[in-house]
């Protein structure tokens, strides 16, 4: 089949990669406009390096509801995959391609529905997710699906690490998907309505930790904010990062304490939460680099009896 790709970022690269590597023929890539990043430096983003080097053709819109309908009417793909392409499609462009528009979506649909599936799925302490290939249509993340597959989530895995995997495992989807399609085994399955969960983009304020909820709600936010916004709070007056933690469930062990109050015991650091407390392993203050817990503990600035927040 000829294929149409549209995707930008890291994760979309593993699927990209899978469908080359098949008989299959990829006879472009959609991908958004290039940006300045550090230094006013333009680079490529991770999908249009992959594509340039293919040496397959790339093109870019500000908006391919306006720009792309020719372009993609001249390629004439037999199907378009989708995968984390950041723009709505229109249905002019939907009904271009023989096979239609298929989506690699991060998630067990209808559920985390959005733009941020993989670390949502960590801030409200899911044990499983996976991937799901579903016909595109005009309302986000709401066509029939074709097919899923589910993974666990590793007890204290955050977001890189389970986008790595799921990247992976979409990857492996796709091309499953699209031996269904050719071969006039595709099935599609209409979503329930009633069990679609939609979240928001993360923002970078999200990542402000409140100790006043249970450990568990912090160190599972912990997991979801990682690597990006990071989970923070304040330490004198200074960003102070959460990178890794675990939570401790036993609150007679820190009876007395305050919401956000620091305990110090033999080179272990915790901060007592509204329920148990949260032990930090990794952490990282304005201005410094990324250490173990221990090692900060040097530095006199944590210890037992600091408030953590503004």
């Known amino acids: 089949m000829r294929i149409l790709f549209l995707g930008t970022p890291d994760f979309a690269v593993e699927a990209l990669e899978r469908i080359i590597d098949t008989k299959h023929e990829v006879v472009g890539v959609v991908t958004q406009p290039d940006r300045r990043r550090n ?6 983003c991770p999908v249009k390096q992959c594509a340039v080097d293919h040496n397959i053709k790339v093109f870019q ?11 993609i009417r001249q390629i004439n793909p037999d199907i378009m995959i989708t995968c984390a392409f950041g723009q709505i499609i229109s249905q002019e462009i939907l009904d271009i391609p023989k096979y239609g528009v298929i989506n690699i979506h991060a998630s067990l649909l209808p559920k985390y529905r959005g733009s941020s599936p993989i670390q949502w799925c960590l801030i409200n302490g899911e044990t499983k997710t996976g991937v799901t290939i579903m016909r595109t249509a005009l309302a986000v993340d709401s066509g029939d699906i074709l097919l899923q597959k589910e993974i666990d989530i590793l007890p204290q895995e955050n977001a890189g690490e389970l986008f790595d995997r799921l990247a992976v495992l979409g990857g492996q989807a796709i091309v499953e998907a699209l031996e269904l399609i050719e071969s006039g085994k595709a099935v599609y399955i209409p979503q329930d309505e009633k069990l679609a969960t939609h979240y928001p983009m993360i923002k970078k304020e999200d990542g402000l930790t409140d100790f006043s909820q249970s450990a568990k709600k912090v160190f599972d936010k912990m997991r979801g904010f990682t690597p990006w916004p990071s989970a923070f709070t304040y330490l004198d007056g200074k960003l102070f990062k959460i990178l890794k933690c675990l939570p401790v469930e036993d609150n007679s062990f820190f009876d007395g304490l305050k919401v956000g109050e620091v305990f110090v015991q033999e080179r272990k650091a915790f901060v007592k939460c509204g329920e148990g407390a949260v032990q930090l392993l990794e952490v990282q203050l304005e201005g410094k680099k990324a250490m173990r817990t221990e090692e900060f503990l040097l530095s006199g600035k944590l210890k037992t009896g600091v408030v953590l927040g503004k």
């Open 39 to 44: 230094r006013g430096e333009v680079s490529f």
């Open 61 to 71: 819109y500000e908006s391919i509801r306006k720009e792309g309908v020719e372009d």
